[in-house]
């Protein structure tokens, strides 16, 4: 799981709880002017003038949520964070503060959590988040990762997922199913090295849908972009679960029916491709794959003009009345409803 | 571990996770103003005039922070939501919301998960704190909560615990050592079961020491009595770990020494009585039980009048210059340094 497998590994314990919180802690630096004080009292301290604070929370559990024998722990600790920063995004906030809460077994050595960190701090890094704090526990079998992750937003820009109007047009960002593909990938030639510890992984031309799954991003950008333009979306939501999943949140919070069309939703080539290759409908991956951390949004069509060429955007449906229900219109023109356990899994 | 052991058993799986987080968060009223959206979004949105936002995290693994054979399933999750409004009211602020991660095995039903949710409901009841998230996550074996806690303060009225000044005087709420000595008493009583499983537990008695472990309290009361004197402490931290790890932790932030006198340390009667028992110096259990979640500040000398006749404060001593060290005055007239890992253990 390392580069150099030769590398002195240190036992946690040398170092006890204070000592390893010391040593994660050491070298953050505080990015943001509304941290007021970070690690080393009981709270952190954040200042908030005229935004409202936007607070969100993940739970990730071996063997439940990660798999480490596929899985770096720098890009594990990556993730994570990114997972986070994207709820606070799907409000239309700013992820400014993040809290780490870790626990783990004593099969884990210092290197280990330093991975683990690593992968954190840069992903702070990129999207200027400031680490404030958090708990170091022991675990009985495994690796546990909580985090929090504090942001902020304007009271008039934080867009909910229940406040989708009739008529409204769905987007979405990127491209969806790659993560799941990533997965599937990573699981097969899991399946194969333990049938044969002698099989090499046969990873090759498959980087973008191992990169989606390992080592997501969130769609910061589109913040940005909604903030240039000057464009407030009527709802939002990321991408956590898969697309059918989330679209029956947004519609069934804001009490309206949707049309998607399945020939709009983005995949990528190399994710339509590998979906094949497993005999998976690329529709049902992008939409019940989940792990793309895409942002699900509507805007008013008013503001479809600014948003037309761009090319992180795809148009992918509408909000319909209630009654018309949460409907997929298939390429050949049928409408199906949608279900969040996975339209299309016997397909 | 539950009173009527004739209720009907839901297995979690019938609900899925949608279903568990709607069922559990299904009765939430929101209390307080600043609390713009709770649970169901990606987010929660806080507001936050003029105030300044403290957040606090803990960890809290079954087996190594609590034991399901002697811990009832509301106590804990009474004393989790606890645990972190401790850390908000050590800086002198009210906490006002919490995120509760959950994470479980099979092994727990509904009814065990929302004993837990009920301890936790009556703790943010009592204390005036809105539940507004969290994750719901399956474990391999065992229970894992993790909790964070919103709370805010005036920004001049933050108390941090680096800020204690030579000749200030130390002060601690409550009583310490009784915590301890329920833990000690729930194991002992563990063993005698584990070793002959007719054997009734012996608890006569001990009402005070096992509610001291099992429910502890927060201090609110004290940053209201700060609030109405209009004192503002030089220094505060929440006593988590036993009164030496924190005083040490405080002088060292501090960058100051300082003298604490035996005789002036709080102990229950039950708890000394307790200690003599397990043959454990009385000191040495309040020095170094933890799990009392007292309050140590330290005041200037010119509010020592104000506070000297409050029942709920004990004045166990001042802090020196650094050079003088971290010491213990004992009831002889010697003076002992104060070690984290328990002066007086060998005792």
């Not at 005229?50 to 990730?60: A, C, E, G, M, Y």
């Not at 005999?279 to 699900?296: C, F, M, V």
Request: hydrophobic share 35%; aromatic share 8%.
């Amino acid at each position: 799981m390392f580069e150099d497998r030769n590398k002195k590994k240190t036992e946690i314990s040398e170092l006890g709880e204070f000592g390893l919180i010391e040593h994660l802690t050491k070298n953050i630096k505080i990015e943001n002017t509304s941290t007021i004080k970070g690690v080393g009292d009981d709270a952190a301290v954040i200042d908030n003038k005229n935004k409202q604070t936007l607070v969100s929370s993940d739970f990730l559990i071996e063997g439940v949520d990660f798999d480490l024998t596929y899985t770096p722990l720098k890009h594990l600790g990556y993730k994570a964070a990114i997972i986070n920063f994207s709820d606070i995004i799907a409000m239309n906030g700013i992820p400014q503060q993040l809290i780490v809460n870790i626990a783990f077994s004593n099969r884990f050595t210092l290197q280990a959590i330093d991975e683990i960190y690593k992968g954190i701090f840069l992903a702070c890094e990129k999207y200027n988040v400031d680490l404030v704090g958090g708990d170091t526990s022991t675990s009985v079998t495994g690796l546990i990762l909580s985090m929090t992750v504090i942001g902020s937003a304007d009271k008039e820009k934080i867009t909910y997922r229940n406040t989708a109007k009739e008529n409204n047009i769905i987007c979405v960002t990127g491209d969806l199913g790659a993560a799941y593909m990533g997965l599937l990938l990573l699981e097969r030639e899991k399946s194969v090295f333990e049938a044969n510890s002698d099989m090499q992984p046969d990873l090759e031309g498959n980087d973008y849908i191992l990169e989606r799954f390992l080592k997501p991003e969130a769609r910061l950008d589109i913040i940005e972009t909604f903030k240039t333009l000057d464009i407030l979306p009527t709802s939002m939501i990321d991408i956590s679960d898969g697309l059918a999943s989330e679209i029956i949140h947004l519609c069934k919070a804001s009490d309206v029916g949707c049309n998607l069309y399945e020939e709009k939703i983005p995949i990528d080539q190399t994710a339509y491709n590998a979906s094949m290759e497993y005999k998976i409908n690329p529709t049902t991956s992008a939409l019940n794959g989940g792990g793309d951390y895409e942002i699900l949004f509507t805007i008013k069509q008013k503001d479809y003009e600014m948003l037309k060429h761009n090319p992180n955007i795809t148009f992918i449906g509408y909000i319909t009345e209630k009654a018309s229900g949460i409907n997929l219109i298939t390429n050949g023109g049928g409408q199906v409803p949608i279900t969040a356990q996975g339209w299309g899994k016997d397909k």
